[in-house]
């Protein structure tokens, strides 16, 4: 059972940057792909982002929509995966969770791929 806690989110204005972090139990990053989604209300569960980084496969993915203006990073150390979010928008105003799922392969952003999910960070952008 893989344990995630994310946190980071909170209130912005337009054109601000967050950083969110999710702390994982993970101890070997290359066993597993990691994820960020997000949720808007009355929208539907959108892929932000993933990334592996195994001795197999080394990928980073990201939505059209925030490509250009949101980076991943594993901080294995603090055993972390980061979403850095700069040039945010209004747009970007969601809920959003991070997922794991064991297999190092290239990372998707499709939600039915991941097994384990964190409780959500509320990201709120102002006009």
Request: hydrophobic letters at 30%; a negative charge; proline letters at 3%.
């Amino acid at each position: 059972e893989v344990q995630l806690q994310a946190s980071g989110g909170g209130l912005v204005q337009t054109g601000g940057s967050l950083t969110l972090s999710c702390v994982t139990s993970i101890v070997n990053f290359g066993d597993y792909t990691i994820a960020w989604f997000r949720q808007a209300p009355g929208k539907e569960r959108e892929g932000v982002s993933c990334i592996t980084d195994s001795k197999y496969y080394s990928s980073t993915d990201y939505g059209d929509s925030v490509k250009g203006r949101f980076a991943i990073a594993i901080d294995k150390s603090e055993r972390t995966v980061i979403l850095q979010m700069n040039n945010l928008q209004p747009e970007d105003t969601a809920e959003y969770y991070c997922a794991a799922v064991w297999g190092p392969s290239p990372c998707t952003l499709i939600a039915g791929h991941y097994e384990y999910w964190g409780q959500g960070t509320l990201v709120t952008v102002s006009s």
